[in-house]
């Protein structure tokens, strides 16, 4: 089982370019451009490799500043949600970082911020050092639609993650409308798993197709009995209709089978719901899984009636690339 630095790291990356997230207004992005720091892949270092500019860095980094005033940089998450925390990642910069850094944010129903806008400060100044992650927890359930990431004076952060839980105004989604509701972008969650030695629970809730085989679920070989589980919270109760389960990219390493528990779920910790998963009723029995291909599932699916919370079981173990869970909303 993986160990996470912070416990919010199993929510979604609001700031991930693969979102949409996109930067609106840089102050400085000389030596390595702010699109870099939304990258959803690791950091990396090119030794020896130098630009126009100067040295190559894998993130945004600013001139030395010679006046007064800091460096930012205004973002437009590609889908608005709530932070439970961030990591500034200063990966590979040691003589480049910033000594300190802030977030604000603000929440616009249509357009981008101007001169005007009101700015909140979720993150208030957090030193920082060179090479390192910076995790910091945020304790505000509003929403925001936009970032201001300032640095203080200027340097270099390699990858700014907000983790966190997408806004949904689900009291406009009709009666009628299916929606896959594990989605990420739906406020689905993975919560916990048996092992995710290759590839990240998170991966299966993540929108579109996977990428690659590293952007999937994938555990390790398994070498003693039983068989590896994910849990996954959806974003709103619901009754599912249809199921699909995606084996792209995983052609030897894929399950051999899988089934869906499910219950629905009132309160409770992550680690008790871990525990209660044990119990839950069959909604989708064992079903045969085959290499590098999407599996749906229609008539095979129980009436339980609303759920919100299910557990993949796979047999034995292996990878999956994506699960979605299409139903409609339990008011």
């Known amino acids: 089982m993986k160990n996470y630095a912070a416990p919010f790291e199993k929510y979604l990356n609001l700031a991930d370019a693969r979102l949409g997230t996109r930067a609106l207004y840089v102050t400085d992005d000389w030596f390595a451009p702010v699109e870099r720091m939304l990258q959803p892949t690791e950091p990396e270092w090119k030794e020896g490799v130098y630009d126009d500019n100067g040295k190559w860095m894998d993130g945004w980094e600013s001139r030395r500043k010679r006046f007064e005033g800091y460096d930012h940089a205004v973002l437009r998450l590609g889908v608005p949600g709530s932070i439970k925390g961030v990591d500034i990642d200063t990966r590979h910069f040691t003589g480049n970082y910033p000594p300190s850094a802030s977030l604000e944010a603000c929440f616009l129903a249509e357009g981008d911020p101007d001169e005007h806008t009101e700015w909140v400060e979720v993150l208030p100044a957090v030193e920082l050092e060179g090479n390192s992650h910076h995790f910091h927890s945020v304790a505000d359930p509003r929403p925001w639609s936009h970032l201001r990431f300032n640095i203080y004076p200027d340097g270099g952060v390699a990858r700014l993650r907000v983790y966190g839980i997408p806004h949904r105004d689900w009291s406009a989604v009709g009666a009628d409308e299916p929606l896959d509701l594990a989605a990420a972008l739906n406020g689905g969650r993975a919560l ?40 996954v919270a959806l974003g709103h109760p619901g009754e599912i209709e249809r199921i699909v389960v995606d084996t792209l990219h995983f052609k030897g390493n894929y399950p051999d089978s899988c089934s869906i528990q499910a219950a629905f779920v009132k309160g409770g910790t992550d680690s008790q719901i871990e525990t209660q998963s044990l119990f839950w009723r069959e909604l989708l029995p064992s079903q045969k899984l085959s290499m590098h291909q999407e599996h ?4 095979q699916i129980r009436p339980l009636g609303p759920i919100t919370h ?11 690339s994506r699960l979605r869970l299409f139903g409609r909303l339990a008011r």
């Open 192 to 231: 916990a798993c048996s092992d995710e030695h290759f590839g990240r629970m998170g991966n299966l809730l993540n929108p579109g197709r996977g990428v690659n085989m590293g952007d999937g679920w994938e555990t390790a070989r398994r070498r003693t009995p039983g068989n590896d589980w994910v849990i």
């Open 296 to 299: 749906e599932f229609v008539e």
């Open 310 to 320: 299910v557990r993949l079981n796979v047999f034995p173990d292996g990878g999956v």
